[in-house]
Nanobody, 116 residues
Framework: QVHLVESGGGLVQPGGSLKLSCAAS????????MGWYRQAPGKQRELVAG???????NYADSVKGRFSISRDNAKNTVYLQMNSLKPEDTAVYYCKVTQYVGKEYWGQGTQVTVSS
């Protein structure tokens, strides 16, 4: 069982930045992929960014060039740096990890609100 705790969400003005963190309860060395998802009210949960153990990354088209995902194996943590935030980025952001054996775990989510 892997427990994930997200942090770093909050209220920010359009054009501002936030950095989300997702801390895992155990070493992420054995974790194949880590990702950030988001879900806005009335919408389906969608992938925002993902990173593999080999540090390959992928991003949703809507966030390319603005968001950056990274992982620190020594701290068992994955990050999402979000710049140039827009009101449409408002959502609950979730962290997900996928083990090599195929098991998936989700965090509890952190709210990001972009508003003036």
């Amino acid at each position: 069982q892997v427990h994930l705790v997200e942090s770093g969400g909050g209220l920010v003005q359009p054009g501002g930045s936030l950095k989300l963190s997702c801390a895992a309860s155990q070493s992420i060395v054995s974790i194949y992929a880590m990702g950030w998802y988001r879900q806005a009210p009335g919408k389906q949960r969608e992938l925002v960014a993902g990173i593999t153990s080999g540090r390959s990354t992928n991003y949703a088209d809507s966030v390319k060039g603005r968001f950056s995902i990274s992982r620190d194996n020594a701290k068992n943590t994955v990050y999402l740096q979000m710049n140039s935030l827009k009101p449409e980025d408002t959502a609950v952001y979730y962290c997900k990890v996928t083990q090599y054996v195929g098991k998936e775990y989700w965090g509890q989510g952190t709210q990001v609100t972009v508003s003036s």
